[in-house]
């Protein structure tokens, strides 16, 4: 493990201050697999997403990512949330948008990126008018638009039909075979199975298992996890 | 009834004859209007996006300020501008009092307020859509700024709308300070209240409803606009 992105004691309070919603000492990731990140809801898996994308600020901690050389003037990271965020444009406006903003210089056109996430029909459309499963797609296009060298993806198949989680997955792929970080956040274990290398899971806001796909699906001896993958409910 | 009815013919007389001095008074009503519109629009709208996105002490204040001025008396209004431009006053060196430019200056206060207070609560609306995805894209605050007003055109239109129409059909004011000199400051709603105080009923209310003809017009030629985004950005 390279420790590429490094967490140190990270500690975000609620509003109350009176638990904590995340509290991590130490997670490392590397920077060449795909990482997942499973839990219960509420566990605090999508504010660590949060968190590292910079959206919110902890209390306490740090994240460090250690950028190569190479990679320096690249984007550090970029989020595909569960609630897809858009400019009150179209689909196509937005994507402009995102490649404009980001000065892109590979050759990369508007069209391309519409054909390779089905958009195309959909381009003259206002983002916010959308399907659930189309805002999805333009949401991981515009994370991928950036660039990013670290993508998060927050639950990027949770209102998709399966020929479209096929294909979000397959992009999914093709992105970590570019070189790309990728940090997912899912419930979908078979979906973890068929994609995550290493796998940790959150529960009441602390990482209770960090290690390989294969340990954690076969040979975890936490209880909460055993449960989570039974499908019992986890209090 | 019979007046109403002598004023329509004046009016209609008035314009068709093409009487120089009726133009000359519109005109110079339109061009002291549209100026101190366009000047509060380019100082208004960037404030209003700054109290909608920035959070300080003091905000609030600032903010029920501005939404008091929206009421302020166009009288009172005149009174400070006059004291302000006025031989002994701290800005008597221009030498503006009795000219259009003191006329615009006072129509600019009492326009400001009202592009500030409304258009901060139509980007403040705009703010919880667009916030999470001017962090995660890094878009500048310039940019940001830009996407705000282009991004509520047609929300902006209304206001522009309102700041007109206050703008236009101010007397007070402008008299105090603009002194309602025949050919030099002698704008629509002056040459009302004079002929309506010399008994000439007709000429002022045909004034007057050149004046609502006026407003008519640039509310539809308004409405066709909004209609023409909203068309475009429904697509």
């Known amino acids: 493990m390279d420790n590429f992105i490094t967490i140190k004691n990270l500690i975000l309070f609620s509003n109350k201050g009176k638990r904590n919603l995340i509290d991590i000492p130490n997670l490392q990731f590397d920077s060449k697999s795909i990482s997942v990140i499973m839990g219960p809801n509420g566990a605090g898996k999508s504010l660590l997403l949060n968190l590292i994308q910079g959206l919110i600020l902890p209390n306490e901690g740090t994240i460090k990512v250690n950028l190569f050389p190479k990679d320096e003037n690249q984007k550090k990271v970029s989020i595909m949330m569960q609630k897809p965020c858009f400019l009150r444009r179209t689909t196509e406006q937005n994507i402009q948008f995102v490649l404009e903003l980001n000065n892109e210089k590979r050759n990369v056109s508007i069209l391309d990126i519409l054909e390779r996430f089905e958009l195309i029909t959909q381009k003259k459309i206002l983002a916010n008018k959308l399907s659930g499963g189309e805002k999805q797609r333009l949401s991981l296009a515009l994370a991928i638009s950036t660039n990013s060298k670290i993508l998060l993806l927050d639950e990027p198949t949770a209102n998709a039909d399966p020929l479209t989680t096929i294909k979000i997955e397959k992009i999914i792929k093709e992105e970590a075979i570019a070189g790309k970080k990728i940090i997912l956040v899912t419930h979908n274990i078979p979906q973890a199975k068929r994609l995550g290398q290493d796998i940790a899971f959150i529960h009441k806001g602390k990482v209770i298992e960090h290690c390989r796909k294969t340990d954690f699906l076969n040979r975890s001896k936490i209880k909460e996890i055993n449960q989570f993958l039974k499908g019992d409910i986890i209090i | ?235």
């Open chain 2, 1 to 235: 009834m019979e007046v109403f009815l002598k004023a329509f013919i004046t009016a209609l007389e008035l314009i068709l004859n093409f009487d120089i001095s009726l133009y000359e008074i519109v005109g110079l009503s339109l061009q002291i209007s549209i100026t101190s519109l366009l000047i509060a629009s380019i100082i208004g709208f960037p404030i209003g996006v700054f109290l909608a996105i920035t959070q300080f002490s003091g905000r609030s204040f600032i903010i029920s300020i501005f939404n008091s001025l929206m009421g302020m008396p166009p009288v009172v209004v005149g009174l400070i501008v006059y004291l302000l431009v006025s031989r002994s006053g701290p800005l008597g060196w221009l030498e503006i009092l009795y000219t259009p430019y003191a006329m615009i200056f006072a129509q600019l206060l009492l326009i400001l307020p009202i592009i500030i207070s409304l258009s901060t609560q139509i980007f403040e609306e705009l703010h919880k859509e667009y916030k999470d995805f001017f962090i995660i894209f890094s878009v500048p605050p310039k940019k940001s700024i830009i996407i705000y007003i282009s991004d509520s055109k047609d929300s902006l239109i209304t206001i522009f709308l309102a700041g007109f129409g206050r703008a236009v059909s101010e007397v007070g004011a402008v008299i105090i300070v603009g002194g309602n000199i025949d050919h030099v400051t002698r704008v629509m709603t002056t040459t009302i209240a004079l002929e309506t105080s010399k008994g000439d009923l007709p000429l002022a209310l045909a004034l007057g409803i050149i004046l609502i003809f006026i407003s008519l017009i640039i509310n539809i030629i308004a409405n066709k606009l909004k209609i023409k985004i909203n068309k475009e950005s429904s697509l």
